[in-house]
């Protein structure tokens, strides 16, 4: 069994009770606060049916927002990364991860006792902690920790603090119980749901209504077992050597030079707002390494290629879908870590093959396979976002392709020449404790 950890360390004052007099004021002339305290002041035994006879009526009947005044913090310890991508999907859920560059080998991984009791298990398992051992071989030798931590497989273990609503959390468990999802996965998202089940019962009670689908904000679901319009993306676009690629943009209004500096300069709010309005849309390939870090870039939206379509073409393009950073590749470990890289790629194939799900699998596979991701970005992005990730600190991949992203946008809608840049143009200052000095060179007109 894994050995993870969840605990719920903070959480909002009687999440459920607040969520029922919130319910309840919508339709009668007391205030919130005078219902909360009158449902306070019954007996427990008369609460709990009150409130669940208004959240059976409410949340039963799709009022989704009355679940979200509230909200729990989770601490999970010793998931496994596969796990914490999972929990990343979900657009309202909010997340402080710790960096997989501090990864060490003696935390160790995951790994299901399917794979362990299997002929190929000492194999695997010798495999992953070769890979664990390149990795601290190459920290050692002055790779830097964000380079290193590709060679880690996705049942790495690590930690997250996690934060979201009753209404996100149960998205989040209906995900989680889709066919394709990891059963580690499937366990920490059912724990993380017992515990707020334990203070708030009938916030996560599936009333009907409140369990479907259609009443979440949809969100990209990497362990899909199909996605077939990416597949068609991608198949026209397979060949491109771009580190992303332009699908297409639209404004229904004309973006003007004038328009930006006013929204930037004089921080005008209704102006940054039509921003919105603008959209481009990306196909970019990158590593799961990079994926982690592009699906918490919340305001994007998101649409990513199923984990099992992506192993499936790596097993036939096999080095193509292999992402190996400039420093590996020049270093002397660039070889080891091509032939690990490959070697897990073949050991999913060789469990697959032995009857193992692939669900379980999965997580031997290494944050080197590179995995699309159809990105939407609006014109705000084009200057909030991208200027955090064109930042000379921010990672070297997702810098990268925001600096792609951003000579596309100034192609297409000249008016963001100024502003698709880093983000010490748009603050007028450099906000790392690092001062590279490019906004000083940009006002030289150097």
């Known amino acids: 069994m894994a050995d993870f950890k969840v605990k719920i360390i903070g959480l909002t004052q009687n999440p459920q009770t607040l969520s029922t007099a919130g319910a309840l004021g919508c339709f009668e002339e007391k205030s ?18 009150r409130e669940r006879g208004v959240l059976k009526n409410s949340l039963g009947r799709g009022h989704g ?21 999972q929990l990343c999907l979900p657009e309202y859920l909010a997340h402080l991860q710790q960096s997989l ?34 990795y601290e071989k190459m920290a050692e030798a002055g790779i830097p920790g964000e380079d290193a931590r590709f060679i880690l497989p996705l049942y790495t273990k690590t930690n997250i603090q996690t934060g979201g609503n009753a209404r996100e959390l149960c998205h989040l468990w209906q995900m989680s119980h889709q066919e394709g999802v990891p059963s580690v996965v499937t366990a920490v998202v059912d724990e993380m749901i017992a515990q707020a089940k334990e203070k708030a019962p009938y916030l996560f009670e599936d009333f009907g209504y409140n369990f479907e689908t259609l009443a979440w904000y949809p969100s990209s679901q990497l362990f899909a077992l199909t996605n077939e319009a990416i597949q068609e993306l991608i198949k026209q676009h397979r060949n491109s050597k771009e580190k992303a690629i332009l699908l297409g943009w639209m404004s229904s209004f004309e973006v003007t030079a004038e328009m930006l500096e006013r ?49 499936e073409d790596a097993l036939v393009s096999q080095d193509k879908r292999m992402i190996i950073p400039p420093s590996v ?46 990105i939407h970005v ?24 925001a600096q792609k992203l951003a000579r596309d946008i100034k192609k297409v809608a000249p008016a963001f020449e100024e502003w698709a840049e880093p983000q010490c143009i748009t603050y007028g200052s450099c906000p790392e404790i690092k001062d590279c000095g490019y906004y000083k060179k940009k006002r030289r007109g150097s």
């Open 65 to 85: 927002s009355i679940g979200d005044q509230n909200h729990f913090i989770f601490s999970i310890e010793d998931l496994p990364r596969a796990a914490t991508l």
């Open 378 to 401: 609006n014109g705000w992005n084009a200057i909030h976002s991208i200027g955090k990730r064109t930042c000379q600190e921010a990672q070297w991949e997702i810098r990268f392709i």
């Open 101 to 134: 560059r501090r990864a060490k080998a003696s935390r160790g991984f995951y790994l299901p006792e399917v794979i362990k009791q299997s002929c190929l298990g000492p194999d695997v398992e010798k495999t992953l902690f070769q890979a664990f051992e390149l």
């Open 263 to 311: 929204a930037i300069k004089q921080r005008k709010e209704a102006d940054l707002a039509n921003l919105k309005h603008i959209h481009f849309e990306f196909l970019v390939p990158m590593s799961l390494t990079c994926f982690h870090q592009a699906t918490r870039q919340r305001t994007w939206n998101h649409s990513i290629e199923p984990i099992y379509d992506a192993v």
């Open 32 to 49: 919130s606060d005078q219902l909360k305290k009158e449902l306070m002041a019954k007996r427990r035994k008369k609460r709990l049916k």
């Open 329 to 374: 590749s020049k270093s002397e470990f660039g070889t080891e870590y091509a032939e690990l890289h490959l070697q897990l790629l073949n050991y999913y194939k060789e469990l697959v093959e032995m009857k193992i799900p692939r669900s379980e699998a999965i997580g031997v596979i290494l944050h080197s396979l590179k995995i699309y991701d159809w």
